[in-house]
């Protein structure tokens, strides 16, 4: 949305059907860059709260590999989609220690589980993307959520942002997009350069390259 909103915070119950912000134009776009990545990688609370696919819906579209960066519980839904039969490889990163019953069943349903090394309760960002890139994974799209984002730009991982901005607002009653990074200066905050401002149907795309610090 206009004030950084990626979802109402009283969201419908999962499986209640989409909630879309933005409109068809900008979600062929998302497709778009989903059909150039190796990889799409959201956290675990996407997966429960939203069910993704993850896949390509655009005419001979190739879908990337599903990545979910998840915690020692390993708490997913056993009927998830992106767990279903069938589909485009799905890939979990964990913490090393992660609960053996549930990384063997998922294991058993054909998923690969990565495990790494914690630092406290996850694993260190930049330790997930090498992860990926030794098996071959080095276009990775973030797609979120507000934790995940967060995490991926305070790793300083992060190279090109692309933002689709609908005309709405969710004010205090929306999820914003992301976490917080303990920025107490505006001078802390990061910064995108070579910035890029279109319209993608009813909404606005913006793009630029996310500033090393």
Known sequence: TLDGRIAPAGRPRRGAGPDWITGPAARRLAHALRDISDAVLVGAGTVRADDPRLTTRLRGGRDPVRVVVAGRGLDLP?????LAPGGPPTWIVAPAGAAPERVAALRGRGVTVILEPARGRAIPFGAVVRALGKRGLTT?????GATVAAQALAAGVVDRLVLFVAPLLLAGDGVPAVGPLGLRRVADAIRIEGLAVGRVGRDLVVEGRVQRR
């Open 78 to 82: 056993a009927r998830a989609r992106i």
């Open 140 to 144: 990775v799209l973030v797609e979120g």
